[in-house]
């Protein structure tokens, strides 16, 4: 049997062929879908049809998308259903395909959700998936095992975007440094064994574009890290303070971005909610190629 | 329009009913299923059988019981379809029913994730779900005030109780005291003005029997926080260490076990599964009934 390809050469390889460094995010709130697409289709069906489009839509302008699973499990077993169906669609584009699901949890447990979502052949097979550290590195170890096993990935949220990220993330430590550098030692440690041809390792990292000096100061600590960096766009942040997240291939960083994309008809006007999302995902890649020259 | 009733009252009077301070979980693990029960079902049959006939073994010895979600997306939206369908049983019988989801993110996406789990008629419907704090208070506004709005309640992990629950939550902060005490208190804000008439607050804890040094400081700083209480059993955590969770009712705490009870079997011997999950849900009722008497 082959073994998997290395996650991170997957992207990395993506990301080259796109010359684009960029995450798009399926958020499909039912408030916020175009009332043209909307109209006339019940709920599910019109999230069904949104992710679709948005794929086509975005497809030519980045090498991945993340799926937000909140907004999925609204509708139980029929959106999850749905999701399933915008996975397979991704994947079956050549796209990475990250499930946004912020599991964490005991091991055995997170052995289980591993699975779910990493597993070759699971109904919710992703890339990659999203984590939360709180449980400690049990939380972690089961993700790394199913990583390695099938070639998949994992970011651990080290440092969000959202304002009330400093509550938990940003208490300073007996040693005087902020937890979320411990987390990001806890992540280091969880991809030590498992890293791709192209320097990077399956444990990746969250890393918020709210906060540029957390990017800079994190990347010191997690060089092999691929980081996953929302916060751009709705929330704020800026690609162009992102540099310390790249390196000189302008491999190591996604920028993540999701209202502010596949949304982005609210400001543009909904003539064609598609073309407005296509811009902006175009655009976004533009704003973050601006920290190159990359060499490819 | 009748407000609903509160999750803590509800919850108060089901234990006072059954006399019964526990909360057995369902973690529908295919490797431990019973192998009479697999035997010629396909895993998703058999996951179902499993959950609907531990229902029927238990619901005279407790007042709640919790799902774990991961077990039931491995399956994808055929899994998550049965979760629905065992949320909707133990609702039906009068249980309490604990979506054992562990989820956290931004405000936006808890919106989503409380409207899945709390709001009234929605597929996956629960009397409460579980919550993790690492993004902050944030994540816990959208299930308080959807705790409120629907008369549901909401457990953050505040102390888990596995082997590396210390290497967030124990870290000291820079005043000397663990993390999870922050948690603690960001937890009673997030409850502070949702208290039910037995005293207790939508917003309780996941605080792990595996510490009752921390039980017992943390009851001293959350006084009005039911405190779901995972670690006896499998995970070696102690009924008779757990008197502080109590008061003199005997409210405020429900002993969770899981593997323990469902999977009793494999300590008892397979003849009868569903027995040995009933003797075992009735020994941990009377384990913890002995911190009493309780005046009921």
Redesign the interface.
Known sequence: VTPPRHFADRLAEAVLAKNSRICVGC?P?PAYLPPALAAGRDAVAAVERFGLDLLDAVAKFTPAVKF?S??Y?????????V??RHLAAARGRGLIAIADV?????????R??A???LAAG???EADAVTV????????LAPFADAAAKYGKGFFV?VR??????????E????D?RP?YE??AR?TVAAGADNVGECGYAAAGAVVGATSPAAVAALRKLMPRQIFLIPGVGAQGGEPALLGPAFDERGLGGLVAASRSVAFAWRERGDGDWAAAAADAARELRDAVNVLGPFGC
Not at 132 to 139: I, N, V
Not at 171 to 174: D, F, I, L, N, R
């Open positions: 958020d709130d937000q909140a907004f499990e609204r509708f139980g077993a029929a959106g999850v259903a999701l399933e912020k599991r964490g949890d005991v091991g055995h447990t997170c289980a959700y699975d779910a979502y699971a109904p919710l939360t550290p709180y449980l400690g590195a049990d939380t949220v969000s975007s959202n304002p009330s990220a400093a509550d938990c993330q208490v300073v430590t007996a005087g937890l411990r987390v806890m």
